[in-house]
């Protein structure tokens, strides 16, 4: 996709003619013009020359964005046009005044004017002329691109503004000279006649109103891109780097992959490294949104543009420049702020008529006026009014904004939308597909049960196990090699190692043929006794998943592993359910232990042992019922976030997942899905909300100019007035939009964790706090501790309970003082013995 700077756009009309423009070349596949960044996105083989001449032909100018040099916060800063137009406001107000003076000052509350104009008429009306032609000039903007989008046969908002404030001039100074020959003649009547017909303050507050308007829409569309801004600050300017032994300062922009980099405390981290040496506490929230620093150690990954808080790091760059982590970021909410969402497209249709439209109806309003038998001035007053109340810029603007705050809050809280389409579309899902491993649970399974049967010894199966799990990537076979390092098992070789996708894995060791599989995987080779198959379903029970090898087709035994869910996800589930949104598990494990993992995190639907090539099968199935997002993190997701309607990609996961994604959570939160889908709703009703009263206002606004109500109800509307309000019409939309700043999309859950937290600092302050530790046998993996935990906590009196079955203990913490036979009793009843 390549990026173009265009100039001289002024309403949603021109985004229109422009995007037309474009689109209409030959090897232009899309084309999407962004009013608000005054950017234009375009895909296809059409050259830049090509490109860049529709644009000036269509009468605007056209630039093509640099490479990164110029991904900086300046290539989107308001700042400079809100300055230009503040200055441009103080000398039309400065003039103004004077004008309001000699004109209505004068001749309606009788304020005295130097004697050599008090009597003379033709001279008031002279300095009227040419204090009102000051402000034309000082404003001559308006004139400029409103005439040549006129002759360009593409007329915009500020040919509506020309127009208006221009025929009040040109009446005025048609007056003006009628007046002089009335006064050669002697006609008294005829000369006050005629200074009633001026409307030089007319066509000067026009201009100052509107540009009033158009200085507080700068300062608003400024406030929308803060937080991208904000990202793009990030950036480091310089580096520490290692070269021949020494420490050297060099730019940001010139560390190489490979080089090795200092980052000391109180320095952020100038690209994507990994820690080679040292230690540190690295706040990442820019990143992340995850206020609580964390602690990096060798081997860690650091990302460019997060802070050292404390300690000394020596890192080798991974990804420099445009690669980094920050960069992909600034890209993808700057990629996405320039999209269109599908909710546009009306609007665009209708600002594409609209100002000839307008036009149109302000002339027609003339002349039925004038025909009615109403004078030259109150017809032109009218059709004045029609051409300065119309706004089409309110129009243009009430989906851009939207979309580029909702990006920015997205981005704040680790939320990143790909396309506008995206943040559309996330907020309508029905059904939303989690992958288990890394995204429902923690990702990190541990072994619980190790159980030899046909004579094996737990040592055998073990070593066995360990020896054929080395060579899998699989998360369960992670654990197994995990957990023989710990216990310093030796490994023998394995050779002709295969692995079956989804089923499990095979070897050689000794010349024996060693396989390892799920039940079902197992079954297809060997037969498995009854017996065997209800230890397999006890453990499946609980919630562990049963993995069984055998050796030259005799059972060896089976060793259990568990993978704990996180702590968020039971309650990010409650919530998207609470939001009518179906939640379905999607897992390569047995039915048994999928339904008690469903259970725990709460998931109204599960579907079991789905191979990693069935899963966007599944997600087909699911969007026959309504729009399906799928959440996932590994490479085997990648095709189901593919085919959903929204992917959405957990951050710690693989690159082609992210690469496969909508949506990006740089935290490995199940929260931030709900956040996500509360966001897009949130920017969808603020543009709804903004597109209705853009709507409703020239709706409302333009029969109320034209005089629709006059016969009715005696309102007609003052060309001033109607140039006041369309200069708030585009404020008001972008400030409605900058409220999505406000828009609550945290998980409710965690602000009850909070609060919990809270509770207990308290106590401990207060010295109220009591802790009391159990010693608990029967606890072997994180869904037993979930059960301790919660039965302890429903004891009256205890604030919290901390259970760890690796250390067989739960660290109970209590307001008041509670029996020890009463926490006792009540773990005890839920299968576990209390031993002191």
């Not at 379903?537 to 869910?565: M, N, Q, R, S, Y």
């Amino acid at each position: 996709m390549r990026k173009f700077k265009i100039t001289g756009m002024s309403c949603a009309a021109c985004s229109t003619r422009v995007e037309k423009a474009v689109s209409k070349l030959d090897g232009v596949d899309v084309c999407s013009v962004n009013l608000l960044t005054n950017s234009m996105n375009v895909e296809g083989s059409a050259s830049d020359g090509e490109i860049i001449s529709a644009v000036e032909k269509a009468g605007y100018g056209a630039g093509k964005f640099g490479e990164k040099k110029q991904a900086k916060a300046a290539d989107i800063d308001e700042n400079k046009d809100f300055v230009t137009l503040k200055n441009r406001l103080i000398w039309s107000v400065g003039i103004l005044a004077v004008l309001m003076y000699v004109s209505m000052g004068h001749m309606m509350w009788g304020w005295k004017l130097p004697s050599f104009l008090s009597d003379n008429h033709i001279a008031m009306g002279l300095v009227q002329l040419i204090l009102s032609a000051l402000i034309m000039v000082i404003n001559q903007k308006f004139f400029i691109s409103g005439f040549k989008g006129l002759l360009h046969r593409a007329p915009n908002m500020d040919t509506l503004v020309a127009l208006g404030s221009g025929a009040s001039f040109v009446y005025s100074t048609y007056a003006l000279f009628a007046m002089t020959d009335a006064q050669l003649k002697g006609n008294a009547d005829a000369v006050m006649h005629y200074m009633h017909e001026f409307y030089f303050e007319s066509a000067a507050m026009i201009l100052t109103l509107i540009t009033v308007g158009k200085m507080l829409e700068a300062y608003s569309k400024g406030k929308t891109t803060n937080a991208l801004k904000s990202l793009m600050k990030l950036a480091p300017k310089t580096a520490v780097i290692i070269r021949d032994g020494k420490e050297v300062t060099i730019p940001a922009d010139e560390v190489q992959k490979g080089d090795i980099f200092i980052v000391r405390a109180g320095a952020n981290v100038p690209v994507d490294g990994i820690v080679e040496d040292g230690d540190g506490s690295v706040d990442e929230s820019a990143l992340t949104g995850e206020s609580i620093p964390v602690d990096k150690s060798k081997g860690d990954k650091v990302s460019a543009g997060t802070l050292n808080t404390s300690g000394y790091m020596r890192c080798s760059a991974v990804k420099v420049g445009e690669d980094t982590t920050l960069s992909q970021i600034i890209k993808m909410v700057s990629d996405a702020s320039a999209t269109k969402a599908p909710v546009a497209k009306a609007a665009d249709k209708v600002s594409g008529i609209f100002v000839p439209t307008v036009i149109v109806i302000a002339v027609v309003t003339f002349f039925v006026w004038f025909f009615a038998g109403k004078d030259v001035g109150f017809s032109l007053a009218r059709g004045i009014s029609v051409l300065v109340i119309s706004c089409p810029c309110a129009l243009g603007l009430a989906t851009p904004v939207a979309i580029m705050v909702g990006n920015g809050v997205g981005a704040k809280n680790g939320i990143l939308f790909k396309t506008a389409v995206s943040l559309e579309e996330t907020g309508k899902i029905k059904n939303i597909a989690l992958d288990k491993t890394g995204t429902i649970t923690k990702g990190e399974p541990t072994v619980t049960d190790i159980i030899p049967l046909g004579g094996c010894t737990k040592e055998k199966l073990l070593q066995t196990a360990y020896s054929a799990e080395k060579k899998s990537e699989h998360p369960l076979a992670g654990a197994i090699v995990k957990f023989g390092d710990e216990n310093s098992v030796s490994a023998i070789e394995v050779n002709d190692f295969k692995t079956l996708s989804g089923s499990g894995i095979e070897g050689k060791i000794n010349g024996k043929t060693v396989i390892c599989g799920s039940l079902k995987f197992i079954s297809q080779k060997i037969k498995i006794p009854g017996e065997t198959e209800k230890i397999s379903d006890k453990l499946a029970d609980g919630g562990k998943t049963p993995l069984f090898f055998a050796e030259d087709d005799v059972l060896l035994g089976i060793i259990a592993v568990a993978d704990t869910i996180k702590d968020d996800s039971a309650s990010a589930i409650a919530e998207l359910k609470n939001m009518g949104i179906k939640t379905v598990m999607l897992t390569g494990d047995n039915q048994k232990t999928a339904d008690a993992i469903g259970k725990i995190a709460g998931v109204d639907t599960v579907f079991a042992s789905v191979m990693p090539n069935e899963k966007e099968s599944a997600i087909r199935r699911l969007k026959e019922s309504g729009k399906t997002a799928m959440v996932g993190d590994g490479i085997n997701d990648a095709p189901a976030l593919t085919s959903a309607d929204v992917g959405i990609a957990i951050g710690a996961g693989t690159d082609i997942a992210v690469e496969s994604a909508d949506v990006v959570l740089m935290k490995s939160s199940l929260s931030d899905a709900v956040s996500a889908v509360k966001l897009s709703r949130a920017t969808l009703r603020n543009i709804h909300e903004n597109l209705f009263w853009a709507f409703f206002y020239n709706v409302l606004g333009i029969p109320l100019a034209a005089g629709v109500f006059i016969p009715l109800f005696n309102l007609r509307l003052n060309p001033m007035f109607a140039a006041f309000a369309m200069s708030l019409s585009s404020f008001c939309v972008v400030t409605n939009a900058l409220r999505l700043n406000l828009a609550k999309i945290k998980v409710n859950g965690d602000k009850n964790a909070v609060t919990e937290k809270t509770e207990i600092k308290k106590y401990e302050r207060e010295g109220k706090i009591m802790e009391k530790t159990l010693k608990i046998e029967g606890m072997m993996c994180g869904h037993c501790e979930a059960t301790v935990k919660k039965c302890l906590e429903a004891v009256d009196g205890v604030v919290s309970a901390d259970v760890s079955h690796t250390n067989g203990t739960a660290v109970v913490k209590l307001d008041k003082d509670v029996p020890y036979d009463t926490l006792k009793s009540a773990v005890e009843n839920q299968g576990y013995k209390v031993i002191g």
